[in-house]
């Protein structure tokens, strides 16, 4: 008889399992407290791309109010999809639901990708596409963006193999902020592959490719609550597509997969959209204001952005020493080490007060 403390269990576990990367959220309030020395009220995060003014107060009222959370939600989306098909004006059948966008993007991966296939992604983009295709056992591969971070559609084409199942990318793109224009997006759509268009930050720039799914059956487009809606902690995101593939994606998907708190919120949010896009309209305007004053400071480039954030290159080779004094001085902001983004940050847009702490602080830094 084998001695049960010495099981290898992790021999059983899938190869690509045991050596997938992690894939890094964002780092809690009081961990960078602790790290900065300073009270949690006195954090600065702004590397999450979150929506500084939080919920609709409806919500915050609706959540209190209800009275059956010991009940299941509704494995059909009922209401849910219902709702969302006012707000979108799409039917509902296009529509699924899901515990944040990230799941739908788990479900088409594991939908469309087995082992050995693999998908495109014009990059620098955001990471959970890689990841959650690594998880299927696939491979995801990067094709450059060119020199404006625009997508080098003949790039793409030629990194198309019998393997390749389709492409992922955002528009608003993530962490650059640009938009992905409709020609090129009909040019990566004629290639009849899956195209995921991952609209995540449409509320701040009001570019759609939703009218396209009436042409083209390959396209699933892809919205959240979590910026525009300031509903990130609660996971509510949707998948909008082809009726026989979203038909395809309820059936496998998790029954409960979109929790009774977050079905409660985003039909709350909805019935204040005024309040909302009143916000949305603020951060917009912050964001140009933001982009004004760092154009100002020295040393730093910044990249035009059409989302609640700004890529900003700083000086070759300083990028992690003013990372790390903004976070001494407790201003938390996306950093990026590596290949293209080598010596870049992205500053999510905040309140005025974040905005005018992080531009003195990076000032004094990078002009030290």
């Not at 009222?61 to 849910?80: M, R, S, V």
């Not at 709702?83 to 993007?105: K, R, T």
């Not at 597509?241 to 977050?262: G, H, I, R």
């Not at 990372?323 to 992205?346: A, Q, V």
């Amino acid at each position: 008889m084998k001695d049960s403390k010495n099981i290898d269990i992790n021999g059983l576990m899938l190869p690509h399992i045991q050596s997938l990367e992690t894939y890094q959220g964002v780092i809690p309030m009081d961990v960078m407290a602790d790290r900065a020395g300073i009270p949690p009220e006195k954090v600065i995060r702004l590397n999450g791309n979150e929506n500084p003014y939080g919920p609709s107060p409806r919500v915050v009222e609706a959540l209190g109010n209800f009275q059956n959370y010991n009940h299941y939600p509704d494995p059909d989306q009922t209401k849910l999809r219902d709702a969302l098909s006012d707000y979108l004006d799409v039917p509902a059948d296009h529509i699924v639901a899901g515990n944040g966008s990230d799941e739908i993007i788990d479900l088409l991966l594991r939908m469309f990708v087995g082992q050995g296939d693999n998908i495109v992604i014009p990059t620098p983009t955001f990471g959970m596409y890689a990841f959650s295709t690594e998880i299927c056992g696939g491979e995801a591969v990067s094709v450059e963006r060119d020199e404006d971070f625009n997508i080098d559609v003949e790039a793409v084409n030629l990194a198309i193999t019998p393997k390749t199942k389709g492409m992922f990318f955002p528009s608003p793109n993530n962490p650059t902020g640009n938009v992905t224009s409709e020609a090129q997006i009909r040019a990566l759509l004629e290639t009849g592959l899956l195209v995921v268009v991952d609209e995540t930050y449409y509320e701040f720039c009001g570019q759609t490719v939703l009218p396209l799914l009436e042409e083209y059956s390959n396209l699933v487009v892809l919205r959240t609550f979590s910026k525009w809606a300031g509903l990130a902690g609660l996971r509510i995101g949707l998948g909008v597509m082809q009726p026989d593939l979203a038909a395809t994606m309820m059936s496998m998907k998790p029954p409960y997969n979109v929790n009774l708190a977050a079905e409660i919120a985003l039909l709350a949010s909805l019935e204040d959209t005024p309040t909302l896009f009143s916000r949305v309209k603020n951060i917009v305007a912050e964001r140009d204001r933001m982009m004004g004053l760092l154009q100002q400071v020295k040393g730093i480039k910044t990249w035009p952005s059409q989302a609640n954030f700004i890529l900003c290159q700083l000086p070759e080779g300083r990028g992690k020493e003013i990372y790390d004094g903004l976070c001494n001085r407790g201003i938390f902001l996306r950093y990026f080490g590596n290949d293209r983004l080598k010596d870049h940050i992205r500053a999510s847009v905040g309140l005025p007060h974040e905005t005018d702490a992080v531009v003195a602080a990076l000032d004094e830094l990078v002009n030290a």
